[in-house]
């Protein structure tokens, strides 16, 4: 028989754990039980200053081009974003990496007593409280990891919303609003307004508030939170912004307004003007969360070393060439308009073919219609979520986009790629370029969980 991994095993045994609690699909919208948790663990989420950040897209990038640039400082930093692409240990990570599958285990086995003690609080009135859903014990165990390390500085990504989210038990000393759009309606509504008011929760009194370029009216009511909190704002392109960028091979050059001064000559190896904007972003929270100003900048050659060093995983990233592959992770309309337009920017492609798997609660024809005008083809599949639309489902509406003829069905993900690169090396070949697929590309995308399947099949580790 062959061998199996203990330490792999046990993290297979956690897994399973956590999800028998409810998932992040489901949730009971209160920051009571996560409270009790940090209560009973000592309250670690104080042991370190916290940049917080919350939004629709943009969150992770941003996350982790805000602990490159601490790290750089020579700052131990710990970050913990969600959801993951392959393993769960992605969720927290200290020094820049995942914690690794035997340090979670043992995290998660050093808090489960007083998860069991959460779990089994009564609720008032005879009725047992809610046990914790799988993304609050995540949180606790990442609070707890951080502060057992000890970490100088936590990059903590909310989950979904940001008032009532798990992570809000944390005070961010920079409080940072990527770009806010509609996304999540079951527990967010349809109102961008009503989101960005439950978004900017995490904005507390003593906190600096760092925000992204949004819609007027979401920028508005950002500024009311503000307000109300008396606290100290940053704004792109106001106080700080992109001031020029250039595509650039392997990602671009950009020139940053920070609010220490302009740094320039900053490549940054992701693409698209998103990027640049989260990279914008990313540059004024560590200014603000350093002390950093006009008479005190960063020292430029740090930060361009730090973005430099950048990595983004699932977003925009080439796992194969002759046909080049491109796996992102854009899951809402608003992130698949944002690749569309780095496609069409940044990569000379002759055709374009789609491998597209989303979930069952996402706008699908609010993507696919973004995504239309850059795939000639699309092959429609599924992930192995139990939320993931069916591809026939998939299918019906993208034949009311895309037309009968440009959509293919191939349910199995491995085979619906296969598929996908079949069909660009046929172009490639009809075009008169025989052995390659030159100008052909595949991207594939939808879904976290769809780009997080296929980094496995591509051979890539989790990062």
């Known amino acids: ?118 779990d089994s609080a009564d609720g008032g009135d005879g009725v047992s409280a809610v046990p914790m859903s799988t993304f609050e014990v995540q949180t606790g165990m990442a609070f707890a990891a ?34 806010i759009d509609v996304d999540h309606t079951k527990y967010l509504g349809s ?73 320039d000559e900053v490549f940054l190896p992701l693409h698209g003007t998103h990027q640049a904007a989260n990279a914008a972003v990313a540059l004024a929270a560590v200014e603000a969360f350093l002390g950093a100003g006009a008479r005190s900048p960063l020292d430029p050659d740090t930060v361009r070393l730090a973005f430099g060093a950048v990595t983004s995983p699932g977003r925009l990233e080439p796992v194969r060439s002759a046909p080049t592959v491109l796996l992102d992770a854009a899951h809402n309309p608003h992130g698949a308009r944002a690749l569309a337009a780095a496609l069409r920017e940044e990569f000379d492609f002759r055709q374009l073919i789609g491998v597209l798997g989303v979930m069952g609660d996402k706008d699908a024809r609010g993507i696919l219609t973004e995504l239309e005008p850059v795939f000639g083809e699309v092959v429609l599949t599924e992930n192995e979520s139990a939320r993931a639309m069916p591809a026939d489902d998939l299918a019906a ?44 590309g595949v991207v594939v995308t939808g879904s976290v969980f769809t780009v997080g399947a296929a980094r496995s099949l591509f051979g890539k580790e989790p990062a």
């Open 1 to 118: 028989m062959p061998r199996t991994d203990p330490v792999l095993d046990d993290l297979n045994a956690v897994e399973t754990e956590l999800n028998r609690r409810w998932p992040e699909s489901k949730i009971d919208p209160s920051l009571d039980r996560i409270a009790a948790l940090v209560d009973l663990l000592g309250q670690p989420q104080r042991g370190y200053p916290v940049v917080h950040i919350t939004g629709t897209n943009g969150k992770t990038s941003t996350a982790r081009m805000i602990d490159t640039l601490l790290a750089a400082h020579d700052l131990r930093t710990g970050r913990f974003t969600s959801p993951h692409l392959q393993s769960p240990t992605e969720r927290i990570s200290l020094d820049g990496a995942p914690i690794g599958p035997r340090r979670f285990v043992e995290t998660y086995r050093e808090i489960e007593p007083y998860v069991s003690m959460v």
């Open 146 to 179: 951080f502060a057992d390390a000890p970490v100088d500085a936590a990059v903590i990504e909310v989950g979904l919303g940001g008032a009532w989210d798990a992570t809000n038990v944390a005070d961010g000393r920079v409080a940072v609003i990527t770009p």
């Open 191 to 263: 109102d961008v307004v009503g989101i960005a008011a439950e978004k900017a929760g995490i904005i507390k009194p003593g906190s600096i508030a760092v925000l992204a370029v949004q819609r007027p009216e979401v920028t508005e009511e950002l500024l009311r939170r503000c307000v109300a909190t008396d606290v100290t704002v940053a704004r792109a392109g106001q106080e700080f912004g992109v001031l020029s960028r250039t595509l650039a091979v392997g990602g671009q050059m950009l020139k940053l307004q920070g609010l220490g001064g302009v740094y």
């Open 397 to 440: 509406v993208a034949r009311e986009v895309f037309g009968e003829d440009r959509i293919v069905v191939e349910p199995r993900l491995s085979a619906a790629i296969d598929m996908a690169v079949g069909l660009a090396e046929d172009s490639s070949q009809n075009a008169g370029e025989p052995g390659r697929a030159a100008g052909v």
